[in-house]
C-alpha cells in the first residue's frame, strides 16, 4: 500500500518544496465527493474562501480523463479560484 506524502519524512524528497517548512497559509477549501456505477462517474462538492463563500461544484465523466477534465473547468468558470480573477465573471 502506497504511503501518503503526508506520512513521509519532511527530509524525503518525495515530500513537496511547500510541504516541508512551514505550513502555508489556508486560502480555500475544496471537498469534492466522488460517485460512480462503473460506466459513470460524477464529481459533486464545494469550494468555500476565506470569506465563507461556497460555491457548488459539479462534474460528469464516463472515464477518470473525461471527469478530471470536467472538474477543471468547472473550477475555472468559479470566479477568483485563480488568484487576479474577478468575482463578477
Given at each position: 500500500?502506497?504511503?501518503?506524502?503526508?506520512?513521509?519524512?519532511p527530509a524525503d524528497?518525495?515530500?513537496?518544496e511547500d510541504a516541508r517548512?512551514?505550513?502555508l497559509p489556508v486560502v480555500a477549501r475544496l471537498?469534492?465527493?466522488?460517485r460512480s456505477d462503473g460506466s459513470r462517474t460524477v464529481a459533486r462538492g464545494a469550494l468555500e474562501d476565506l470569506d465563507g463563500q461556497r460555491v457548488a461544484v459539479e462534474a460528469h465523466g464516463t472515464t477518470p480523463w473525461s471527469l478530471?477534465?470536467?472538474l477543471a473547468v468547472?473550477?475555472?468558470?468559479?470566479?477568483?479560484?485563480l488568484?487576479?480573477?474577478d468575482r463578477d465573471r
Open positions: 500500500m502506497a504511503r501518503s506524502w503526508l506520512a513521509r519524512s524528497p518525495a515530500v513537496p517548512g512551514q505550513d471537498v469534492v465527493e466522488i478530471a477534465k470536467q468547472a473550477l475555472w468558470r468559479i470566479p477568483r479560484v488568484p487576479g480573477r
